[in-house]
T-cell receptor, first 118, second 111 residues
């Protein structure tokens, strides 16, 4: 069975600070995908990144970066120089590849509520 | 391109009533998912379809819930009869295979 754990339920930082959101996953598959989604106060779910299990390269996109480490089953997300607009709930998710090879549904963590104070 | 479209955005109903939530996926996406979000349980996958065929409905809580996808551009999630514990935000998402694109959700309140 697959599982995603986001141990930090809420984080509050002051604007311009760096912040890291932790994500630990469990899966028995060797092929899987990891995701991060953002849910701002308006409620929609916004896709941020997808990473497959064979690509452990870290990724950077502007102020966002992701650190994938298979050895510790972690896929952490860092926001550099945080801004008030980054305030949202962030979800880490896992997809195990089914025999069809397509999307087979995501298992989400409980989410981390990030509060950026001005 | 239009994203995933869900309706209604908000629904308030009384216990025992039938509720139908609707979803129009992104054109060309072969996969469609229904999720439910509550404070207690977070985001839960209810059911998903591939090419209009239900693949996994193990997340559907009970027989009061049913979902259909009569064609590639439309899906419904029906609750009959509704109960207060069904109050949640229901998300529809579609995918070409890979990341999921979510609609804005339907907030259901059952009194």
């Amino acid at each position: 069975a697959q599982k995603v754990t986001q141990a930090q339920t809420e984080i509050s930082v002051v604007e311009k600070e760096d912040v890291t959101l932790d994500c630990v996953y469990e899966t028995r598959d060797t092929t899987y995908y990891l995701f991060w989604y953002k849910q701002p106060p308006s409620g929609e779910l916004v896709f941020l990144i997808r990473r497959n299990s064979f690509d452990e390269q870290n990724e950077i996109s502007g102020r966002y970066s992701w650190n994938f480490q298979k050895s510790t089953s972690s896929f952490n997300f860092t926001i550099t120089a945080s801004q008030v607009v980054d305030s949202a709930v962030y979800f880490c998710a896992l997809s195990e590849r089914d025999s069809g090879g397509g999307a087979d549904g995501l298992t989400f963590g409980k989410g981390t509520h990030l509060i950026i104070q001005p | 391109d239009a994203g995933v479209i869900q309706s209604p955005r908000h629904e308030v109903t009384e216990m025992g009533q039938e509720v139908t939530l609707r979803c129009k996926p992104i054109s060309g996406h072969d996969y469609l998912f229904w999720y439910r979000q509550t404070m207690m349980r977070g985001l839960e996958l209810l059911i998903y379809f591939n090419n209009n065929v239900p693949i996994d409905d193990s997340g559907m809580p009970e027989d009061r819930f049913s979902a259909k996808m009569p064609n590639a551009s439309f899906s419904t999630l029906k609750i009959q009869p509704s109960e207060p514990r069904d109050s949640a935000v229901y998300f529809c998402a579609s995918s070409p295979g890979g990341e999921l694109f979510f609609g804005e959700g339907s907030r259901l309140t059952v009194l």
